[in-house]
């Protein structure tokens, strides 16, 4: 009966955590403008609107920046490419320069378009841009929304893909094999979605900061 108890406790205890690592989320887009992203009239906000619930991305899409820095944090959201669509999410970004060196950038790319077809291994989607190449095969259809789950624990970086871990790096072996990224050598920035000129779609943007 002891045994059972135990038992009983510890998947309490287990339910009991995993409720509440979920309710620390905090939603990063309420839906209705870029509160949390940048400023009003801020140049960080020009090339996306917001649209139907949608952060989106228009031709003339640059970085979109959030107001706060962030270090150790798991960030869910989803997004919806449109054909050859080309954007990024940068992490640890410091707010000036080019996010994927001044900080890093996690691919988001439509790698499926006959015109990516000659790609380096990092430069699919989920890859640590010019550092580490991320599992193919595990987008939705162009059209329809993937789930996407990004995880920055000191030097350990993870990117989960409609369920599937895709990639995972370790910052402080890319500090050996590669000392001359500078980004790569940060543990805290800003996030931001890196745009290159093409419609991407964002939603359920959510943030959980871990001590």
Request: charged fraction near 25%.
């Amino acid at each position: 009966m002891k045994t059972y108890l135990t038992l009983f406790f510890s998947l309490l205890l287990i339910s009991c955590r995993d409720c509440s690592e979920e309710g620390a989320f905090e939603s990063l887009f309420n839906g209705k403008d870029f509160t949390g992203w940048g400023g009003a009239g801020k140049a960080e906000q020009a090339g996306y609107l917001v649209k139907d619930g949608v952060i989106e991305s228009t031709s003339k899409c640059r970085f979109l920046i959030t107001e706060k820095e962030y270090e150790n944090y798991v960030f869910k959201f989803e997004f919806q490419l449109t054909p050859g669509a080309n954007n990024g999410l940068g992490i640890h970004y410091p707010g000036t320069g080019d996010p994927a060196y001044t900080g890093m950038e996690l691919q988001v790319l439509d790698n499926t378009h006959p015109k990516y077809a000659k790609l380096q291994d990092y430069q699919y989607h989920g890859g640590l841009y010019t550092l580490v190449a991320a599992k193919k095969g595990h987008l939705k259809p162009v059209g329809q929304w993937n789930v996407e789950i990004v995880t920055v624990n000191g030097p350990k970086v993870k990117v989960e893909l409609n369920g599937v871990v895709i990639m995972e790096a370790n910052l402080d072996e890319i500090n050996q094999s590669n000392p001359k990224h500078e980004g790569a050598k940060r543990r805290k920035g800003f996030l931001t979605f890196c745009g290159h000129g093409d419609i991407v779609r964002y939603r359920n943007l959510q943030i959980k900061e871990l001590p």
